[in-house]
């Protein structure tokens, strides 16, 4: 597991600003890919480039203190002496991609060197010093930390959304940090005014 600065080409201080940036992907029920089935994307970057984002509606096996023990932030007696709070800070599957890696998304309340803006009030940032902060209680009002991300190569997510893979709407902030990640999928589906079983084979986007 690692956490290190954003530097491939999807780096978003200098990326072209695609439609996509800000929004939900939400999976058509024809989704074919199992990686993401059901799932909730936000989209953080896209460009010519390709895309980047996150799934925010999916489970990670292992806990926030595992993380921190396995970091070498905290030894086992301090892990058990950790407020609940952060005990409890959720851990998400972000995407296939990369999942040794460590991200967090938060609200801009919090800023290092190193926290990058994707929107007007959510930052991403993705090396050890949120981690360390939200440890010691001086982290973001509201957070949550993915494991691996979800990334589309030049096309390839204009290619799925025209093929009636997704659906795209604006993100919602509360959906993004929403804990409870039974029924995310719905909840981002009312978005936009639609029940699952309205579903069909219609075009993908609002």
Known sequence: MSFSTLTDKRDLNTR????????FLIAMPGMQDGNFARSVVYI?????????????????SISFTEILLHL???????????PGATRDFPILNGGPVETGR????HSDDYASES????????????????????CDGRG??????LLGY???GPG???????????LNCPASEELIFDRALDGKYERALALLGVRPEMLSTEAGHA
């Open 140 to 145: 973001p009002r509201r957070a949550t930390m």
């Open 102 to 105: 460590g991200f967090v998304l």
């Open 156 to 166: 390839q997510l204009e290619s799925e959304i025209g093929a009636n893979g997704w």
């Open 150 to 152: 979800a990334g589309w």
């Open 16 to 23: 072209e600003r695609g439609f996509l940036d800000g929004q």
């Open 72 to 82: 070498k932030l905290v030894d086992q007696p301090e892990a058990i002496m950790l």
């Open 44 to 60: 953080c970057a896209h460009s010519p480039a390709g895309a980047m984002g996150f799934v925010i509606n999916r489970s990670q």
């Open 115 to 134: 926290s990058i803006p994707v929107s007007d009030d959510i930052s991403l940032t993705a090396t050890l010093d949120i981690v360390r902060a939200i």
